[in-house]
C-alpha cells in the first residue's frame, strides 16, 4: 500500500503546530497503524529528520496509553478499537490519511501526537482509597452482590483512561472517564462507605481540571475501545445529586 499521511508537527506547548505531509510507500496490508507509524520513523531518522512523537506502550489494546485522532475520528473508524490494534487492511491504497492529537484544554501538546493527560490522574487521585478493613481474601460469595450490578462494575472497570472520550465529546467532557472509575467501585460492597464523597470529590476534581459538562451527546460512547455505556454517567450523575443534597 501506497499512503499519504498529513501529521500534526508541534515541538513543544508553546509552538503554533502545523500539519506536514508524508508519502509512506510498501505498507503491509498487515501492519498496525502503530508499526505503520514506526517504518515512517525509521526512515526519517535516516534522513536526519525528527520522528514523529507518539505515545505507545503494550500494544495490546490494554494500557490506554495510544491515542491519537485518525481522519477525526478517536482511534479510528473501526469501533471497539484501540489505535495500536488498528490495521493497515482497513484503509485503501492510495488513501490519504489525517493523523492529530487529543483535542482538549486539559490535555495540552507534550509533542506532536504526544499529550498530558496528568488531569486523569488527579481525578482519580481526589477519589482517594476504600478504607474498609477488608482482611484477607473472603471465601467465594460470601458477600452477595446482584450479578447485574456485577456486570454493570465489571464493564465500567474495563476503562482504560485513554482520553478518547475527551477528544471525541465537543464539549471535551471527561464525564465518561470519571463516571466508569466511579460506577466501579459504587456498584459494589467495598465501595459503599465513601460512594457519595468520592463521587463528589472526582467530579469536583474534573470541573477544576477544565473539562467540559456533558450534554449526552454521545460520541464519548461511540468512540470507546472498552465500550462504555452512557448508564455510567447517570450512574454518575445520581450520586453526585445525592453527595450535595445529604
Not at 450479578?147 to 485513554?162: L, Q, Y
Request: glycine residues 8%.
Amino acid at each position: 500500500m501506497n499512503l499519504t499521511l498529513r501529521v500534526w508537527r508541534q515541538s513543544g506547548r508553546d509552538d503554533a503546530g502545523r500539519m506536514v505531509t508524508y508519502q509512506v510507500e510498501d505498507v503491509s496490508p498487515d501492519m498496525s497503524f502503530l508499526e505503520m507509524l514506526d517504518v515512517l520513523n525509521e526512515r526519517l531518522i535516516v534522513e536526519g529528520d525528527d520522528p514523529i512523537a507518539f505515545d505507545h506502550d503494550c500494544r495490546e489494546g490494554i494500557c490506554g496509553m495510544c491515542g491519537m485522532v485518525i481522519n477525526g475520528v478517536a482511534h479510528g473508524e473501526q469501533r471497539a478499537t484501540t489505535t495500536c490494534q488498528l490495521h493497515m487492511r482497513h484503509f485503501e491504497d492510495g488513501a490519504t490519511i489525517t493523523i492529530e492529537p487529543w483535542r482538549a484544554a486539559p490535555f495540552p501538546v507534550v509533542k506532536d501526537l504526544v499529550v498530558d493527560r496528568s488531569a486523569f490522574d488527579r481525578i482519580i487521585q481526589a477519589g482517594g482509597f476504600v478504607s474498609v478493613p477488608a482482611g484477607s481474601a473472603p471465601d467465594a460469595h460470601s458477600v452477595p452482590v446482584r450479578k447485574e450490578d456485577a456486570d454493570a462494575a465489571f464493564d465500567a472497570a474495563t476503562c482504560i483512561g485513554c482520553g478518547a472520550c475527551v477528544a471525541a465529546c465537543p464539549n471535551g467532557s471527561a464525564s465518561l472517564f470519571t463516571a466508569a472509575k466511579i460506577t466501579h467501585l459504587g456498584l459494589l460492597p467495598q465501595g459503599q462507605p465513601e460512594r457519595l464523597s468520592r463521587a463528589k470529590a472526582m467530579v469536583d476534581q474534573m470541573d477544576a481540571e477544565g473539562f467540559g459538562g456533558c450534554t449526552n451527546t454521545g460520541e464519548c460512547t461511540a468512540v470507546c475501545p472498552k465500550g462504555i455505556p452512557l448508564d455510567a454517567i447517570a450512574q454518575m450523575n445520581s450520586d453526585y445529586l445525592k453527595a450535595n443534597t445529604k
